[in-house]
Structure formats: C-alpha cells, structure tokens
C-alpha cells in the first residue's frame, strides 16, 4: 500500500505570494490533518478533514485554509505568504477521524519564502 | 509554560544503553502520541496510548494518567535509532494536537 504522498517536496515562493499544497492519504483513509514545523515553534496543528468536512482548526490566520476532495486527496492553500510561513507544512491521514487513531504523515513539502 | 513539556532536550547515548524519554502534560487528554522524525523530516507514529503500557520491538512506552506523564523506554539502543523524538497529546475538549518540542537523541556506536 503506497504511504501519504505530499507534493511539491520543496517550493520556493516571495512575500505576497500565494501556494497550495497537495496530500494524497493512504488509500482508504478518510482523515487528512495538516501541520506546520518551523525551528521557532516546533509542529503546530493546522487543521483536520474529514469526508471533504473541516472538522477542527488550529491557531492560525485566515490565510491558512485547506479542503478536502471526494477521494479524500487534501489540498491546503496560503495567501500573501510572509516571510514566517517559512516551513515543513507536513499532513497525516488516518482512517477515520484522528481522536483515537494511529497516524501516517507524508515526508512533508518544505516552503522557503523570500 | 508549554501544556507538553518534554526532557531531555538532547541526549547523546553509546550504543546498547537504556534510554528513557519523559513527557508531561498540563490538560486533559484522551490520547498521547509518541513520534520519531529522522533527518530530512518524515514522521513515523511509534505509539498512541490512552492508559497502560504498549510495547513494539526495544521500544516501550508508558503512561500515568493520574499524573499526567509518559515515558519512552528504548532498550539495548541502537545507532539507528538517532533521531528526535516528539511527544502528542490529544486534547480533550478541543481534539487538537499538542506538541512536545521534541528529544533529539543521539547513539553513538
């Protein structure tokens, strides 16, 4: 069974810049989270889908936003990059929705905004 | 204070030692998860524990619920278990993930 798949693996974007991401989840598992590790705070939670519905949100400004499709592949968007979305944005799936379950991350996309 | 404290930060071992990773936590949880990243950032989940104990391998982890803490045991470590550990917690009321800042451990042989 192939892993969670996150592509691009590396981007390079400017300040005012917007980027989306893509996580392809393992197959079968309906539940795709996001997060964001940076040297300064560590891993932070970004938000969870859930069948294509958000279902919690982390602490981060409107210009965060993500979704999730039918095939339950997600896809997380930043607007007017600054220079501190500068990141390893990384996503898990799980089978179900993560309360209590195992979770399966992808290598990540690293993000350097100048 | 940061609700997931972990410690060590940085532990540096010589192969075939027993080495012990501590978290705690300030808030109430319905899960912890213990998680080991490598150089080049993937994550693998080693444990998700809600009471007892789980073992897998060397690797044991542990937790207390009444006192809010957790350890990660590695027995008879081994160089390739270099990386940095990092500690999850589940909240309970808002189901968010809670980091850790993560053990970076280092096995020499």
């Known amino acids: ?114 | 204070k940061n609700e997931v404290e972990q410690s060590p930060q940085n532990l540096t071992a010589q192969e075939g030692e027993f080495i012990t990773i501590n978290c705690s936590y300030s808030v109430g949880i319905s899960a912890l998860h213990w998680l080991q990243q490598h150089p080049g950032g993937g994550i693998v989940s080693l444990f998700m524990l809600s009471s007892g104990k789980k073992k897998h391998g060397r690797l044991i982890a542990t937790i207390n619920i009444q006192e809010k803490h957790s350890s990660l045991h590695i027995t008879a470590s081994h160089p390739r278990d270099s990386a940095v550990y990092i500690c999850a917690v589940r909240h309970l009321d808002t189901d968010k993930l809670i980091f850790g800042t993560g053990t970076r451990l280092q096995v020499f042989p």
């Open chain 1, 1 to 114: 069974k192939a892993g969670v798949t996150q592509t691009p693996r590396y981007l390079i974007k400017t300040r005012g810049q917007q980027v989306t991401l893509s996580c392809s989840p393992i197959s079968g598992h309906r539940s795709v989270s996001w997060y964001q590790q940076t040297p300064g705070q560590g891993l932070q939670f970004l938000f969870e889908y859930f069948s294509e519905t958000q279902r919690n949100k982390g602490n981060f400004p409107g210009r965060f936003s993500g979704r999730q499709f039918s095939n339950s592949r997600s896809e997380m968007n930043v607007s007017t990059l600054e220079l501190g979305d500068s990141a390893l944005y990384l996503c898990a799936s799980s089978l179900e929705q993560t309360t209590n379950e195992k979770l399966f991350f992808g290598s990540g996309t690293q993000l350097s905004v100048l």
